[in-house]
């Protein structure tokens, strides 16, 4: 079983040519709505790619929690150990250009109102897990309290830092890491274009947090930081860009999965980078979530490129 801690929101996508500027309106878009949520996406990736989930988040008192609860049961995702609150369910508002990129905003809603307390009614969740996976769409003090249980009871656990906000945390707050450049340079206390190079940054990772990394670099692959050494993996040509959005969340999935299967770092990444792929040829997020069938089985390399 693996536990996952983060969050499920409702998803507002619009496709358009081309994203408007600052202060520019753009006409022409088409609007579609559905489930996302970083926290709920990876649950849903990890039961398609047949483990159990065990989801802790928050939603509120609507109709979308109503339709999170359905989602779940018919994905088979253990969703007890979710919360309702009393502010409105988190969210996004997604623009998708014509290239599949895309620009979200959130409105946190129910997440904000997650707990240390709630982390604590699913401490035996957590230390009953094989796994543990925290996202960061929920307040960071609770994944930090999230990531101490896991540690405490000796599951091994993953942080996708997304979004990396102002996220401060101790060193081995976690045993992987997975940002992507961007997110890693926040965590780093770096600007934006900040020009230390892909191996730099997870070094530096690697180091500040004392644990594994697994920096992703979309088209130029991932860089993996196990153990002190550095591996590169490439990357998997989609068979098109119709939608980045899912990708992270396929990833972590697939990541998750194959690490409990007892993959080693870099074949997980491998992988993962696999599910990636398949989400961005799929339009809108948890259609775009990958199961078994759509992937290859999970690499056991014993060579690889290394620094």
């Not at 358009?16 to 996302?36: C, F, H, K, N, Q």
């Not at 309290?145 to 979004?163: M, Q, Y």
């Amino acid at each position: 079983m693996i536990a996952v801690i983060g969050g499920f929101g409702v998803g507002l996508t619009m496709r358009l040519d081309r994203s408007p500027s600052a202060g520019e309106t753009v006409s022409g878009g088409i609007l579609s709505a559905g489930p996302g949520g970083k926290g709920s996406n990876q649950a849903i990736g990890i039961s398609r790619l047949g483990h159990t989930a065990a989801l802790l988040t928050a939603v509120g008192p609507d109709a979308a929690a109503a339709d999170a609860r359905a989602l779940w049961a018919a994905e088979s995702v253990d969703a007890r150990g979710v919360v309702t609150a009393a502010s409105a369910t988190m969210t996004g508002f997604i623009l998708v250009d014509s290239g599949g990129e895309n620009r979200i905003a959130i409105a946190p809603g129910a997440l904000d109102e997650l707990t240390a307390e709630h982390v604590d009614s699913f401490r035996d969740t957590i230390a009953a897990a094989d796994l543990l996976v925290v996202s960061l769409e929920i307040p960071h003090g609770v994944a930090i309290a999230a990531l101490g249980v896991a540690r405490a009871s000796g599951t091994r656990s993953v942080l996708n830092p997304a979004p990396a906000g102002d996220f401060a945390a101790p060193p081995r707050v976690a045993d992987v890491l997975t940002p992507n450049s961007t997110e890693a340079r926040v965590l780093l206390g770096l600007s934006a274009d900040d020009d230390s190079d892909d191996e730099e940054l997870a070094r530096s990772l690697a180091a500040r947090f004392e644990c594994d990394v697994v920096l992703t670099l979309g088209s130029r692959g991932a860089l993996v930081v196990e153990t002190g050494r550095l591996q590169r993996v490439p990357a998997v040509l989609p068979r098109a860009i119709v939608d980045t959005t899912g990708a992270g969340d396929a990833f972590t999935a697939a990541l998750a999965v194959a690490l409990v299967e007892g993959a080693d770092l870099a074949d997980a990444a491998r992988w993962a980078a696999e599910a990636g792929a398949h989400a961005v040829s799929v339009a809108e997020v948890v259609p775009a979530l990958p199961r078994r069938s759509d992937l290859g089985p999970i690499p056991r390399t014993t060579e690889r490129e290394t620094e």
